[in-house]
């Protein structure tokens, strides 16, 4: 059965400093994965998504995702994060069997510090 | 911008009451789903359709209806409401280049008293 594991449920760096947000997950065909961003009291925000292309993907608001194959991971990075980017995040893979549902992780939350 | 609004915003209930959300999206989207979001459990599927009339169970469809009648609009109906339904509930419709992506709702906050 294909899952999503999302390391950590909540995630603190400092203003400035590296953003690393993991995820991993298990699929039985190629996957497409996501990244989608809530802001509080508000809906999910497509941040980046993976679809077989290039393995770096490039986001929105500076952030991008690699996906391994090998290490079955489409993490999270920014080099630099800015308070504005506080939320909460969540990855998410398609089912393979599916009508383009997703499966989802169980979120993180990126607390920044000043 | 899918183009989705949801309604209402914020719905206060007793339990027992029969409860119906709506989710109109502007963009003749084929694909539509209703989540509801629980802290510590993420997003999960409650129903989803694919066309006018057609439309299908997920994870925790359990004491919740839907109906599509028209392309635009998704209705959620709780029939009986009860405390656990409690939650967050964003609607989704699929679109993006390749027809892949959820983009989804601002949300309505239930709350069953």
């Known amino acids: 059965a294909q899952s999503v594991t999302q390391l950590g449920s909540h995630v603190s760096v400092s203003e400035g400093a590296l953003v690393l947000l993991r995820c991993n997950y298990s699929s039985s065909v190629p996957p497409y994965l996501f990244w989608y961003v809530q802001y509080p009291n508000q809906g999910l925000q497509l941040l980046l998504k993976y679809t077989s292309a290039a393995t770096l993907v490039k986001g929105i608001n500076g952030f991008e995702a690699e996906f391994k194959k090998s290490e079955t991971s489409f993490h999270l990075t920014k080099p630099s994060a800015h308070m504005s980017d506080a939320a909460e995040y969540f990855c998410a893979v398609i089912r393979g069997d599916s009508n383009y549902q997703l499966i989802w992780g169980a979120g993180t939350k990126l607390i920044i510090k000043p | 911008d899918a183009g989705i609004t949801q309604s209402p915003r914020h719905k206060v209930t007793e339990t027992g009451t029969p409860v119906t959300l709506r989710c109109h999206q502007t963009e003749n989207h084929r694909y539509m789903y209703w989540y509801r979001q629980d802290p510590g459990h993420g997003l999960r599927l409650i129903h989803y359709s694919y066309g006018v009339k057609d439309t299908d169970k997920g994870e925790v469809s359990d004491g919740y209806s839907v109906s599509r009648s028209k392309t635009e609009d998704f209705l959620l109906t709780l029939e009986s409401a009860t405390s656990s339904q409690t939650s967050v509930y964003f609607c989704?419709?699929?679109?993006?280049?390749?027809?892949?992506?959820?983009?989804f709702g601002p949300g309505t906050r239930l709350t069953v008293l």
């Open positions: 989704a419709t699929l679109a993006g280049a390749g027809r892949d992506t959820q983009y």
